[in-house]
């Protein structure tokens, strides 16, 4: 049945069921549900299906958000998942993990007049339903004959090894750690992103006859010209993130207790200390646990600590809720299974036992000044207002860096004053062939926005190769 455009308007946007706050704040289980299909097609019919959607611009990988929905809408499953599939290799994860209230929802036109498509939602449910009901449609195209290594398995080096396989071109790509899917394994947790996700779709991958190779650094193992001279690759991808950890700082850091933010994730998520001791590896078990900082990553930090028994667990964030950047629907989650946040606050100390342990964190008040840079107030001191926060784990999550690993290898890479590669509108390095995109580019930034990266960079990457002889 066709529905009017006044009758889409009336439709209310659907609500995404969620585990009970109370008892998810124990376990590692998704908060989210995920819609029913009945919900999952009422809120299709939201969609206006415009014409010249600017939902679509967006999108960094340019789904053709009014096609999916109208077959969602018409109830073609099959349908609206090749629509999906065509634009984004990774459906599930970015159904999950996109930051869509400030991307494709909030282009949607609705937005304003009443709450916007949840194109997050539905594209989530399209890609469970899709992994559930029906087998990959593998199309191997006539290969290439190209050879081309990609450094690193996140969502840059992911997107751009499948789009280019698509093309016929034969990718194999290298990851240092032994599991591949970069911070979606080791960074984002369980409750948000279940690993079985991002294994599937990285299966996915390895049927369209990607490659993985892990445990292989690519700057110590082989080098980049080791990759195009020994290994004969005709070209390479460096999609090696920015996963070096920033410290504050301050004195008490190297008190035993003391965490960055990625190797506590990494701790739990990868090597699965929240099963231990079933699993090897544990994290320090602490009846109270500080988090500074106001990302997704500290969110995901301190969320997890409330998980591991951590009460109070505790977020500091030097400016006000309002600066937040982590996404509105984790500051939301994490309030309701019990995290306590302290804002315009931040850390001046650690304070220790005696035998060296972390016992607290000294913390000074901040006011509202200008805007910054960032256009965001300015943070300052308030002399006099210290004050000590108890706890046994203090965990730093403001922010990650370029390893310079690989570029102090590659001297011929042009890197920034931050360390981060320097790439042309091609995303070519200044290495001919060599070319480079997601975080490693941008400095710390999304998911969505490193396989946009990718996708751009394989189209760029199949010309080149195409006209390389
Ligand atoms: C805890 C956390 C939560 C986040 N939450 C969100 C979110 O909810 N939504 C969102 O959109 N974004 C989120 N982000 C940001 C997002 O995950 C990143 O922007 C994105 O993963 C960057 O992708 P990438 O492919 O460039 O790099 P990465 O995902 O960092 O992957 C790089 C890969 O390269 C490997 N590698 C590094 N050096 C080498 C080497 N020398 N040789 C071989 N392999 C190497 C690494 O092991 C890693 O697997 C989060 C980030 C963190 C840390």
């Known amino acids: 049945m066709t529905l009017k ?126 992994r559930e009901h029906r087998t990959t449609k593998v199309q191997h195209p006539p290969a290439t004959g190209k050879r081309v290594a990609v450094v690193g398995s996140g969502p840059a080096g992911l997107t751009c090894a499948g789009e280019l396989a698509k093309k016929g071109h034969q990718v194999t790509i290298y990851e240092a750690l032994h599991k591949p899917g970069g911070v979606l394994v080791y960074g984002i947790p369980e409750f948000r992103l279940p690993k079985k996700i991002v294994d599937s779709e990285v299966e996915k991958l390895k049927q369209l006859g990607v490659r993985i190779e892990c445990n292989i650094i690519i700057g110590q193992t082989y080098t980049i010209s080791d990759l195009l001279n020994e290994q004969g690759f005709d070209a390479v991808f460096i999609a090696n993130g920015a996963g070096l950890p920033v410290f504050l700082g301050i004195p008490g850091e190297n008190l035993k207790g003391v965490y960055s933010a990625n190797e506590y994730l990494t701790r739990v998520n990868l090597m699965g200390a929240y099963r231990f001791p079933e699993s090897p590896t544990p994290v320090i078990d602490a009846p109270q646990v500080v988090v500074v900082g106001g990302g997704n990553t500290a969110m995901d930090a301190v969320r997890t600590a409330r998980r591991l028994g951590a009460s109070p667990a505790t977020l500091i964030y030097r400016r006000s809720r309002q600066e937040m950047p982590a996404r509105v629907e984790e500051v939301k989650h994490a309030e309701e299974e019990g995290v306590t946040y302290h804002f315009l606050v931040n850390p001046v100390e650690i304070l220790g036992t005696d035998d060296g342990w972390v016992r607290a964190v000294r913390c000074q008040n901040r006011e509202l000044g200008e805007p910054d840079d960032s256009g965001r107030r300015r943070p300052i001191a308030v002399p006099g207002s210290e004050f000590e926060v108890p706890c046994q784990v203090f965990i730093e999550a403001i922010g990650t860096r370029a390893n310079p690993l690989l570029t102090q290898t590659t001297p011929e890479l042009k890197v920034n004053k931050w360390g981060y590669i320097e790439v042309d509108d091609k995303n070519m390095t200044s290495v001919p062939g060599v070319f480079a995109g997601g975080d490693i580019v941008r400095g710390a930034a999304t998911v969505i926005l490193a396989m946009g990266d990718g996708k751009k960079t394989a189209a760029a990457m199949h010309d080149y190769l195409l006209n390389q002889d």
């Open 5 to 130: 455009a006044s009758e889409r308007m009336k439709i209310p946007r659907q609500h995404m069921p969620e585990q009970d706050p109370g008892q998810r704040a124990t376990n590692f289980g998704e908060v989210n549900f995920g819609l029913a299909c009945e919900a999952a097609r009422t809120e299709a019919d939201r969609c206006l299906g415009c014409k010249g959607a600017k939902c679509i611009g967006g999108c960094p990988v340019g789904v053709d958000i009014p096609g999916f929905l109208g077959a969602l809408s018409e109830g073609n499953l099959d349908k609206a998942a090749d629509i999906l599939f065509d634009a984004n290799v990774l459906p599930g994860i970015t159904g999950r993990v996109c930051p869509q209230e400030t991307q494709c929802e909030a282009l949607c036109i609705r937005t304003g007049k009443s709450e916007p498509v949840a194109v997050g939602y539905l594209e989530r449910f399209v890609a469970d339903w899709a």
